[in-house]
């Protein structure tokens, strides 16, 4: 037997940053987004705990431990006295260290298609406190849909959203570190307030109006990233001239989202950013997207 979990990437919409605290992590005020680009991982009993991967970027993804779906289950199990012993394959669609959440959706994906297979029936509030161990964006990844995420981001409020996005992601070349980007951001900008959420661009959310998100969308991490790699500039750029309402930076980078008026623009704005070569590849999607969800059973 084997349980398949849909999971979907995420993107800031506004993502404020406040100082770095002594644990090293920053308070965040971020308003995560879910999309409809998704990794599918599949849980299947196995001799031992052992992770592969397929897809175009599926050589840039780690299989031993450092894998937040291995960790999902290593944590899982440890909780439940079982051993770990699972084959977690993972169908990789969402760009890998980009700044669109796609180790925390895998980690996501086996910790409930690990619960599933085991029938452990762990509650909602344990599942959220096994991926909030494994990383700040996991718990959203579980959730979807759109949410305030405040402390590093782990803890959730949703969000009601009034209407359908659509986005176009320019994947770029390679990744980046979110440790990086945060120790970047940290030398730019020594001192910053507490980070506050827009009532604006949550006004913009619940009405399900793009003109409006679209002039409240804020990453306080876009210098950092920029900074890193200054040639997401031409990206931004490419995307605003081909018609996009407004261009940022997914989270840590280097991805960088464009949300657009209609699908119409989607597939224009798409076509536009790969012809200008500032990106690798060009994928549109909507949001918001539902969170971690079983396929198969
Ligand atoms: O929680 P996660 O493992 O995704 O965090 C990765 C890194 O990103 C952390 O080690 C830290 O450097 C940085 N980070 C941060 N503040 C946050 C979230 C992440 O500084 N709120």
């Known amino acids: ?6 999971v979907p990437a995420k993107v800031n919409v506004q993502l404020a940053v406040g100082p770095a605290r002594p644990d090293g992590f920053h ?14 991982v599949t849980a299947t009993p196995a001799e031992s705990l052992r992770v592969t991967c397929e897809g175009p970027d599926a050589d840039r ?3 031993d431990r450092t894998n937040l ?4 289950a290593e944590l899982l199990a440890a ?9 977690l394959h993972i169908a990789k669609d969402i760009p890998v260290a980009g700044g669109m959440a796609g180790g925390s959706a895998d980690g996501a994906g086996a910790l409930l298609a690990c619960d599933a297979l085991w029938g452990t029936g762990a509650s909602r509030a344990e599942l959220l406190d096994i991926c909030a161990e494994l990383g700040s964006d996991v718990p959203f990844s579980l959730v979807g849909g759109a949410a305030l995420g405040t402390g590093r981001g782990e803890h ?3 969000l009601p959203v009034g209407g359908t996005f659509h986005w176009v992601f320019a994947v770029a ?17 020594p001192d910053v307030p507490a980070p506050a959420v827009s009532p604006a661009l949550l006004d913009a959310l619940r009405a399900g109006d793009p003109a409006a998100l679209a002039g409240a969308l804020a990453n306080d991490l876009q210098p950092a990233a920029l900074s ?22 997914s989270g840590s980078g280097p991805t960088t989202a464009f949300l657009v008026k209609d699908a119409e623009a989607a597939g224009s704005v798409a076509a536009a950013l790969v012809a200008s070569g500032t990106c690798r590849t060009a994928r549109t999607a909507t949001s918001p997207a539902p969170g971690a969800r079983v396929l198969t059973a």
Request: glycine share 8%.
């Open 156 to 158: 959730l409020t949703e």
């Open 27 to 40: 308070d965040l005020a971020n308003v995560f987004l879910a999309v409809s680009l998704y990794d599918e």
């Open 1 to 6: 037997m084997s349980i398949t979990v849909r």
């Open 173 to 189: 070349d390679g990744g980046l570190s979110t440790p990086a980007v945060y120790a970047e951001f940290d030398r730019l900008a």
């Open 79 to 87: 909780r439940h006295g079982i051993t770990p012993d699972v084959h």
């Open 69 to 72: 779906a291995a960790r999902a």
């Open 61 to 63: 993804v780690p299989l």
């Open 228 to 249: 890193l790699r200054p040639s997401l500039a031409d990206t931004l750029a490419a995307g605003t001239a081909a018609g996009a309402l407004a261009g940022i930076v």
